[in-house]
């Protein structure tokens, strides 16, 4: 069966950090003074030429697919066992994707994902497929004309049988067509459903999974009303300077007059309409952020309950190799998805996995 490396790309290689490939290039004996690009490309043709030691198959293998990327989970209705999704591939693929590489004519790449191949994974309940497909189309001047220059990316998906999840590593916009494709390479013997419980969930409901802190969420305001009448706006406004008075002069008359003011104005036979939901209606997004757990903020504590969050970035610690340090994630709690900011490592992704998703 295909080995990871017999699966890594130049542009694999390329996305690493300087730093991550001079650790690779010195367990290959390569010289790791050279600047990055020489680097991946020294560090490629000896992966794909060379006789590989166990330590530097280690250094790369656990770093190659772990870098800047956003990844979104689907559950497997069906689960199959290793033997049985790399089968399944193998029949469907056209051509022996566990034992081969497709080579592929970049000229013939298109929108639709294309299978390049499958290998086993870091662990025994794992197997990686990779597929190529057309990402966009940029334009280069040459000469006196303008060429077109298609741009294609390498899409990343994991399957995890022992818990009959789907990974896919990649654009967002993306993974809905990468997943179909996986459930054509598997006869349409599985339906495939998007991981989206824990999203739908408080965003700070997954840093605490992850023993984090919540550094930043971007939200929607649940909207009350559509629009304000001048009279109703200039009832909030006054409300807000009335209580700037009152902390100044402790002069309560014109408080209650603006409080009396704006409860004839929003009040319904259901209730008055909370003044946090009156102040937020009419904005687009609402954003806050800070060094640390903005949930202790007051303001964060007063807006929360009136907010969609739409976004959030959350550190948490994570140890590996007994050295503890500060990762950061993005969470979209509307694409249903997680980026991982930094170059991070499989153990990483493993954790993330394993106390969010699973």
Not at 30 to 53: M, P, R, T, Y
Not at 89 to 105: C, D, K, L, T, Y
Not at 142 to 157: C, N
Not at 305 to 312: A, E, I, K, S, V
């Amino acid at each position: 069966m295909n080995e990871i490396k017999d699966l890594v790309f130049p542009q694999d290689f390329f996305k690493l950090p300087k730093a991550a490939l001079s650790e690779i290039a010195t367990e290959l004996d390569i010289d790791s003074s050279k600047n990055k690009n020489e680097l991946a490309l020294d560090v490629f043709n000896q992966i794909k030429e060379g006789e590989i030691h166990q330590a530097a198959l280690d250094s790369f293998e656990g770093k190659v697919f772990a870098t800047k990327t956003s990844v979104t989970w689907y559950r497997i209705d069906n689960t199959l066992t290793q033997d049985e999704f790399v089968n399944l591939i193998r029949e469907n693929a056209g051509f022996n994707a566990s034992e081969e590489v497709f080579q592929v004519n970049e000229e013939e790449v298109t929108t639709e994902p294309q299978l390049l191949g499958l290998c086993e994974g870091h662990n025994e309940n794992d197997v990686i497929i990779r597929l190529i497909y057309k990402d966009s189309v940029r334009y280069e001047p040459r000469g006196t004309t303008i060429r077109a220059v298609s741009k294609t990316s390498i899409a990343t998906v994991y399957y995890d049988y022992s818990q009959g999840i789907i990974e896919v590593r990649g654009d967002t916009r993306k993974s809905k067509d990468i997943a179909i494709k996986v459930a054509e390479l598997l006869n349409q013997r599985v339906n495939l459903e998007p991981i989206t419980a824990i999203f739908e969930q408080e965003i700070g409901d997954i840093a605490d999974c992850l023993s984090g802190e919540l550094l930043e969420a971007k939200s929607k305001p649940q909207h009350y009303f559509e629009e304000f009448t001048v009279e109703e706006t200039n009832s909030v406004i006054e409300v807000l300077s009335a209580l700037d008075s009152y902390i100044e002069t402790k002069d309560s008359e014109i408080l209650e007059a603006s409080l009396q003011q704006i409860t004839d104005s929003f009040g319904h036979e259901n209730g008055i309409v909370p003044f946090a939901a009156l102040v937020l209606s009419g904005m687009e997004t609402v954003g806050m952020q800070g060094n640390s757990e903005i949930r202790s903020l007051p303001l964060y504590s007063y807006l929360d309950p009136y907010l969609n969050h739409q976004n959030g970035f959350i550190k948490f610690p994570f140890s590996e190799r007994n050295v503890e340090d500060q990762y950061t994630i993005r969470v979209g709690m509307t694409t249903k998805s997680v980026v991982f900011v930094s170059q991070v490592s499989e153990s990483l992704i493993d954790y993330v996995r394993e106390n969010v998703i699973i």
